[in-house]
């Protein structure tokens, strides 16, 4: 096992990993920008080495500066949380090449997956259903048209390395294709540095259902039952739950299964998520995330299980069961709680002056902040997670509205109002909405 582990990352999950390290007898190394001096998981560290300035590209991006680190405090592992390094098959190849285990997949696994051509083909492989689409890069327009009369409009180009909702155009009709094939290419390059784009189907309704796995790198592995990620503002979660209030417990047996067949058969290493959208009863893979993810809290809570430490177990070679699959029990939902005005969704950096989490029965809070913590502007406006459950929705969707008026941060702007108001419609209640249902319902709120 290992002895200690740096975290190369920030803000709650950092502190989140911490903590199973800490549980685990593990010692933590925290590395931090110039602007995190003050961070919890800085304070509660071990150790801790100042990797840099405040912006990320200097600091939580630089490898050979948190490599370096590694080296200087002798740390056995590198956790990378999420975003950041967390998904660079070159830093993880770098951190093994220093004889520092990494914990998460397989280089080949995060650059097989990264690359959504690739990700499609593997999928299609080994049993998961896909969107019907090009199948592959499109190099030119007259292809795209092509696809796009066999498939039929609506359809969505994509570009292949795209990342966080972005690098994706609707195309409704023939008259757009050519525009937008060419703009989907140009912005793909200009953000991802590639301009690799492929087509799909667009779906016009669909819910956004996703399965945790976890292997052992040997052909073992198991999933740990879907959330529900339906909830979302520009391609990005809001709200995450598990389990999904729409599919029935054969259609959820049959894609986790698969979920889980699809990383045997890879021989996938570690934790991942495999993304797809739901629609008219179908699957259709659309990405695997070959990472922990921020809505990890969810499937935890309802299989009475820490992920992380199974991150850490999986690396460090330990013996884990296989052959069982986690009993599922009661439902949760987590709110994303990000500091942004709850209306024009601008950032709110700032002083919290005053702070009071919410507790009780089924309440838990992933975050970092506290009362005097000054939120830098450099970085993602996700401050706190906050993770309920109870053993039914009914309850569950009771729960958080209580907790979320409990919870006072106070100083800065943040959608804990928007998050209330989503609990309260008739629509959340039911289940009975699809990704866009949030966008547009805010839109005809502001409009009326
Ligand atoms: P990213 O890596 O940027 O998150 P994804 O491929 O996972 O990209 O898609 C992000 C979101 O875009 C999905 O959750 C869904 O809301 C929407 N989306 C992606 N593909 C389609 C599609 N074929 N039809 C409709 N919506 C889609």
Redesign the pocket.
């Known amino acids: 096992m290992f002895k200690k582990i740096l975290i190369a990352n920030r803000s709650e999950i950092a502190l989140r990993i911490q903590r199973s390290c800490q549980e685990m007898g593990i010692a933590t190394v925290a590395v931090h920008s110039t602007a995190d001096n003050e961070a919890m998981a800085v304070r509660f560290a071990d150790e801790s080495v100042c990797i840099g300035p405040a912006q990320s590209a200097d600091s939580y991006l630089s490898m050979r500066a948190i490599i370096s680190a590694a080296k200087i405090t002798n740390a056995d592992a590198i956790h990378p949380g999420y975003g950041f390094l967390a998904e660079n098959a070159d830093f993880a190849e770098m951190v093994e090449a220093h004889g520092i285990t990494f914990i998460g997949p397989e280089p080949k696994h995060i650059k097989n997956m990264g690359d ?1 051509i690739a990700a499609k083909k593997i999928a299609l492989k080994f049993g998961l259903p896909i ?1 019907p ?1 090009s199948g592959g890069a499109v190099e030119n327009i007259n292809d795209a048209k092509k696809i796009a009369e066999k498939i039929g409009y609506p ?2 180009i ?2 292949a390395k ?7 155009k ?1 195309v409704n009709e023939k008259s757009q294709i050519e525009d937008n094939f060419s703009l989907c290419r140009q912005e793909a390059l200009a953000a991802f540095g590639d301009d690799e784009v492929y087509i ?5 309704s ?1 819910r ?1 259902i996703e399965v945790q796995v976890c292997g052992d790198g040997k052909g073992n592995a198991k999933h740990f039952w879907e959330r529900d ?2 909830i ?1 503002r520009r ?3 809001v709200i995450e739950e598990a389990p999904s209030p729409v599919i029935s417990e054969k259609q959820r047996i049959e894609i986790c299964e698969k979920a889980k067949a699809c990383s045997e058969k890879i021989a996938y290493r570690g934790a991942g998520t495999f ?1 797809f ?1 739901f629609q008219d009863g179908e699957f ?1 893979f ?2 695997m ?1 070959t990472r922990i993810q921020v809505e990890h809290p969810v499937s935890e809570t309802i299989c009475k299980i820490d992920l992380i430490a199974e991150q850490i177990l999986i690396a460090a070679n330990e013996k884990r069961e296989w052959s069982d699959t986690p009993k599922k029990m009661g439902h949760a939902i987590e709110l994303r709680i990000n500091a942004e005005h709850p209306e024009t969704f601008m950032p709110s950096p700032g002083k919290i002056e005053n702070y009071h989490a919410p507790g009780g029965l089924g309440v838990r809070v992933d975050s970092a902040i506290y009362r005097g913590y000054v939120i830098p502007p450099f970085y993602d406006s996700m401050i706190a997670k906050l993770i309920v459950s109870a053993p039914n929705r009914q309850l569950c969707i009771a729960r958080a509205m209580r907790a979320l008026n409990e919870y006072a941060i106070e100083g800065i702007d943040t959608n804990i109002e928007l998050h209330k108001k989503i609990l309260a419609q008739e629509k959340f209640k039911n289940g009975k909405y699809d ?2 249902w949030l966008e547009n319902s805010l839109m005809q709120a502001q409009q009326g």
Do not use: D
């Not at 795209?162 to 994706?168: L, W, Y």
């Not at 799909?200 to 016009?204: A, D, F, I, W």
């Open positions: 959504k969107v689409g359809i969505l994509k570009a795209g990342g966080g909702g972005r690098g994706m609707i799909e189907k667009y779906l016009p669909p956004h990620c339906s979302q391609h990005q979660k993304e959208l259709y659309i990405e995330n990704i866009h």
